[in-house]
C-alpha cells in the first residue's frame, strides 16, 4: 500500500519516456527506485494529513470557519500531491527503462499526438532553470504544476528573486547552528487570484534542520506574484551552498 500510489504512476506513465540516447537499463532503474521511494515517503505522509482534514471537514457540529479551513487544507493538500505526482512523471521521462525483448534492447518512443496533447494542456510549463537567486542560492528549476490559472513568467522570476535575501538569510542562520551542508529542495506555494501566497511547503530534507525548513515556508508566504489570475501551483527545485 506504501507504494502503490506511486509504483501505479510509473507504470501508467512509462509509455511518456522520450529516448535521446540509449541507457544502461540497470542505472535507469535505480534511478527510477530511488526517486518512487522519495516521493513515497513524502505522498503517504501527506495522504495521512489529507485524511485528517477530510474527517475535521465533516465532523457534525463544527464551527463554520473551521470547516472552511479544514475544506481549504484538503484543497491545498490534494495540489501538493499532485505537485509530487508531475516530479515523478518528470522523473520517469529522464531516466526511461529500456526493455529487453529476445535479448534485444527496446527504446520506448514518444507519441508525438500524445505530446501535442500534453502542450496544449500545459500542466507542467517551465519558468527558469539554473537562476541564481542570491549567494549560496539557486533555483536549480521552477515550473507552473497546476491549476488554471498563470502569471507572467517574468512575475514569478521577479517575486523569487524577491526572496532571495531572505532565503540566503535562512541557509545563514542555518550555518552558524550546523556544520555547512549543501543540499536541494522542493517548494511548492500556491498564488491566488491577486498574487498572494496562501500556501507553501518545503519537501526533500536536503539535510536541513525544521527552523531552516520553516523559514524558507516562511519567506514564501510573504510573496506576492504580480499579474497573478486564478489559482496556480508553483515548484522550484531550490539549491542552498555550493
Known sequence: MRTAFLLGLALSLSSLATIAHAQDPAASARTVAQCLREHDEQVQRLMRLLEQAETRAHEPGIADDVR?????????????????????RHCIERNPI???????????????????????????????????????????RGERVDGSGQA??????????????????????????????????????????????????LEGAGGFDTTMRQCVERAAVEMVVRGQRGRAVYSYVVRFGD
Open 68 to 88: 472552511r479551513d479544514a475544506a481549504a487544507s484538503v484543497t491545498a493538500l490534494v495540489d501538493r500531491i499532485r505537485a509530487h505526482a508531475q516530479q515523478v
Open 98 to 140: 529500456p526493455v529487453h525483448v529476445d535479448g534485444t534492447v527496446t527504446e520506448t518512443t514518444a507519441d508525438p499526438a500524445h505530446d501535442s496533447l500534453a502542450a496544449d494542456r500545459g500542466t507542467v510549463h517551465q519558468i527558469e532553470s539554473g537562476t541564481q537567486l542570491a549567494p549560496s542560492v539557486r533555483a536549480v
Open 152 to 201: 507572467p513568467d517574468e512575475n514569478v522570476r521577479a517575486a523569487m528573486r524577491g526572496i532571495g535575501s531572505r532565503l540566503a538569510a535562512c541557509y545563514g542562520q542555518y550555518l552558524d547552528r550546523a556544520a555547512h551542508r549543501a543540499g536541494e529542495v522542493t517548494l511548492t506555494f500556491t498564488a491566488s487570484d491577486g498574487g498572494r501566497v496562501g500556501s507553501a511547503q
